[in-house]
């Protein structure tokens, strides 16, 4: 399912992970999962990954992570602010601590002027630290390249996020 460099860099992240005593969680909306299957396709994922959420839909995103309404309103789902939320709402409603966010518009369609295939926002961050937010427009590319792209970037955000 995962090529070989995808599964390299999330055994290390676990390998991390455990030599730090930390567990994590993973609030996706455009990888739907995807990040959250990688670190759990390497066997002894279980003493590290604590929970992941696929928060698809913006009613999803609310209700299991507690994003403000007012924030999608006036933001939309791939933002920053919502990417952020997402985080900061994985870590509360888990035990993890650390966790990372996904929003975007994978494609083909979805796509605006404003906001183009290919836009991803990403959050990371400790329960006890600021959370990170970082934009990437990869373009369109095709779903499953910026797919893959976000898992990418996910892992190493994660894996910086543990110090």
Excluded: W
Excluded at 30 to 36: D, R
Excluded at 125 to 148: L, Q, T
Aim: hydrophobic share 50%; glycine share 12%.
């Amino acid at each position: 399912m995962f090529d070989d460099e995808m599964r390299a860099q999330a055994a290390a992240l676990i390998a991390r992970y455990r030599e730090k005593g930390l567990t994590l969680a993973t609030a996706e909306s455009c990888t739907g999962g995807l990040v959250a299957g990688l670190i759990t396709e390497i066997p002894g994922s279980s003493d590290v990954f604590e929970r992941g959420f696929v928060t698809y839909s913006n009613a999803a995103k609310v209700e299991c992570l507690g994003v403000d309404t007012a924030l999608l309103d006036a933001f939309g789902a791939v933002s920053r602010e919502v990417a952020e939320a997402m985080a900061a709402g994985a870590l509360a409603f888990s035990s993890a601590e650390a966790a990372v966010s996904v929003t975007g518009i994978a494609g083909p369609g979805g796509g605006s002027a404003e906001k183009p295939v290919g836009l991803v926002h990403f959050a990371c961050g400790r329960k006890a630290g600021e959370i990170i937010a970082v934009e990437r427009r990869f373009g369109d590319i095709g779903r499953h390249a910026v797919r893959s792209a976000s898992v990418a970037l996910a892992l190493k955000l994660l894996f910086e996020a543990a110090g």
